[in-house]
């Protein structure tokens, strides 16, 4: 990899702790997971978006993703209340980095009763 593009790339982070997580994965076996998602250590999970147009629907899915797939609780859950959401724009899926010219974004959501955990 040439060294001018290596330095313009940076490690993925979790927006809550900071943490490195691994690379976002196709999710199986729901109608509603369309995209690739992951979580991280911190209790956070999170949803890529590869295009940057699809953000509502990305972000709808981690929020799923952290009620347990259970639609009325995701519905009841609260932004600031219940839980906060953090995002990662640059995100370059091949790289698992963040890479200025990429246009994919990764929506983390995590539970606030999670946090300090
Ligand atoms: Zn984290």
Known sequence: ?????????????????????????????????????GSCRCGAVFAHDPTARNGGAVFLQALLMVADGDMDRA???????????????????????LEPNSFGTLYFVRLRALAGD
């Open 1 to 37: 990899m040439p060294k001018l593009f290596r330095d313009r790339t940076l490690p993925a982070r979790c927006p809550f702790c900071r943490a490195e997580f691994q690379r976002p994965v196709e999710v199986e076996g729901d109608q509603w997971y369309d995209f690739a998602a």
């Open 75 to 97: 519905m009841g859950l609260a932004e600031g209340v219940d839980y906060d959401v953090g995002y990662v724009p640059k995100y370059n899926l091949e790289l698992h980095r």
